[in-house]
């Protein structure tokens, strides 16, 4: 996976310019040639090689949709709100999924193509960019890019695609304007629409509904005060228009969608009957992981990998049995029987074996030799074990015991500690104890 990973258009132009900080994107941009270069790639950049469309993986992989699409024109262009999605919201995608899926082109299309050619546009373009770099540099810094695939979504979105794709999904009568006119009328009337004018004539609207937390404030220039159904309609529009855009690119890739904050009323309950081992990962809801930052999370797969993957199996097991086993019918509530029922249990009775291992050890080490010295020799003896390569337990530390002087006491308490030691790191969700232990 990690030849497909990471790989968007702007790198390419980062690269070649040895951009490595947004303050030097005004500069590099006095080239004439680093203009051409960059209008030349974001011209291109939907030419995704068929290569990379065959190779994303049918298993493994989720596509980001609302509020967790970093590219998405849906989400604050800004800088500061797009790591802070990056920095808190991924690590519960990574917990369990591989990687992300997100658009690779909606922002240059509507922004460097248009602006950066024009006198007038240019200062836009310079902003949109040294916050689009600003971003990139932030994902390769934090290691999140390498779990990010950059690739087109459907090859067509006119309106006859936008219906059968808005069929598949259950949405199909919210296409229609009339209908999307009347929810929007609907909404202002009950007071969950917001508006206000940041300076004369330019206006900013938004919903004050739970299912939009996190969405943007739609801006709207223009000398009148826009009705606040106008405002409810248009923020409708185009979240559903991309929530149905994202569907259809995890339907053609054979994956599940991710979405945060998305709107009820646009991810309806599907008709077919089942739940499937991905829709459950995606709402299980690990309070340690919840509150790890994405980069702390990516740290610990990769130090912890092995038991990373042990982890990942357990919950795949816990999800698939409380699926076939479980009298539960919405995603949600199996998730969160998943937690309750089977991975918590496991969490909370390895805790208690390794703290009871730890008393006992204690008190045995109390009681063989004074305090200071048994724990000067158990950290010495430890780690001349740690670097003993393939030689037997025993023999390993009875060597170390010998060179270092470890009381002869404690050496057969030492021994059974580090066995039982080997058995906790054994145990599948020895992973999240190490979360636990990374997030104080």
């Known amino acids: 996976m990690e030849s497909i990973t990471g790989q968007h258009w702007l790198y390419e132009w980062i690269d070649e310019y040895e951009v490595n900080s947004p303050d030097m994107v005004r500069t590099v941009l006095k080239s004439s040639g680093a203009v051409d270069k960059l209008i030349h790639l974001a011209g291109h950049q939907s030419e995704m090689p068929p290569s990379v469309a065959r190779e994303i993986p049918s298993d493994g992989a989720v596509v980001a949709g609302l509020g967790l699409d970093l590219m998405s024109k849906n989400t604050c262009q800004d800088f500061d709100c797009r790591a802070e999605v990056a920095d808190y919201e991924f690590s519960q995608v990574l917990h369990y999924f591989d990687a992300v899926v997100m658009e690779a082109s909606s922002r240059p299309r509507y922004a460097y193509l248009d602006e950066i050619t024009t006198k007038r546009g240019i200062e836009r373009a310079i902003y949109d960019l040294v916050n689009d770099v600003s971003l990139m540099l932030h994902l390769r810094e934090t290691g999140l890019v390498n779990y990010i695939i950059f690739k087109q979504g459907v090859d067509c979105f006119c309106e006859d695609c936008m219906h059968q794709y808005a069929r598949r999904i259950g949405v199909d009568d919210l296409v229609d304007d009339d209908e999307l006119l009347r929810l929007a009328k609907e909404m202002s009337k009950t007071g969950r629409v917001g508006l206000e004018e940041r300076e004369p004539g330019v206006w900013y609207g938004w919903l004050n509904d739970p299912d939009f937390v996190g969405n943007i404030k739609v801006p709207f220039i223009r000398k009148a005060e826009p009705k606040k159904f106008e405002v409810a309609f248009q923020i409708l529009r185009d979240r559903l228009d991309e929530t149905i855009f994202d569907a259809a690119t995890a339907r053609r890739a054979g994956i599940p969608l991710a979405s945060l904050g998305a709107p009820g009323l646009f991810l309806r309950p599907r008709k077919a009957p089942g739940l499937t081992v991905e829709d459950v990962a995606l709402r299980v809801r690990i309070p340690v992981l919840v509150g790890l930052r994405t980069q ?51 969490i909370v009775e390895l805790e208690n074996k390794m703290a009871a291992s730890r008393r006992a050890m204690t008190r045995k080490i109390m009681l063989g030799t004074s305090f200071g010295a048994a724990t000067a020799a158990i950290g010495s003896t430890v780690s001349a074990v740690a670097a003993s390569g393939g030689m037997p337990l025993v023999a390993a530390i009875g060597a170390a015991a010998g060179t270092l002087g470890a009381a002869p006491t404690v050496l057969p308490f030492l021994v059974k500690r580090i066995e039982e030691q080997q058995q906790f790191e054994a145990d599948r969700t020895y992973f999240l104890w190490k979360a636990i232990k990374a997030s104080h």
Request: no cysteine; glycine share 0%.
């Open 296 to 346: 702390d999370l990516i740290r610990l797969r990769e130090s912890e990998y092995e038991h990373f993957r042990r982890f990942q199996e357990l919950t795949a097991e816990a999800i698939d049995e409380t699926i076939n086993k479980a009298a539960v019918s919405s995603p949600e509530r199996a998730a969160e029987f998943v937690w309750q029922r089977r991975i918590r249990p496991q």
